[in-house]
């Protein structure tokens, strides 16, 4: 079993940034792919970026040059670092800790991400 604690959201204004942090609670953290989720109200989960346990990245066209997320291993924790900050991107977002070859899919309690002035 894996426990992730997402924190580090808030209110921003537009173009402001926030980092968001994903805590695991494993010290093999470091086989699993990352990735980090939102959700919208009224709208479906989506995907926004992926991490592997390699380091490669990919992410949504809509946070492609804004959104980077990257991984420390020796600190089980995936990051989130958001800049230029648009309204759109409010939203409750979610870690995501995957190994499918073993058939593990854990997830965190989202925190939530207000961007309005």
């Known amino acids: 079993q894996v426990q992730l604690v997402e924190s580090g959201g808030g209110l921003v204004q537009p173009g402001e940034s926030l980092r968001l942090s994903c805590a695991a609670s494993r010290s093999i953290f470091s086989i699993y792919d990352m990735a980090w989720y939102r959700q919208a109200p009224g709208k479906q989960r989506e995907l926004v970026a992926t991490?592997?346990?390699?380091?490669?990245?990919n992410y949504a066209e809509s946070v492609k040059g804004r959104l980077t997320i990257s991984r420390d291993n020796a600190k089980n924790t995936v990051y989130l670092q958001m800049n230029s900050l648009k309204p759109e991107d409010t939203a409750v977002y979610y870690c995501n800790a995957r190994r499918t070859a073993i058939g593990a899919d854990y997830w965190g309690q989202g925190t939530q991400v207000t961007v309005s002035s």
């Open positions: 991490i592997t346990n390699g380091a490669s990245t």
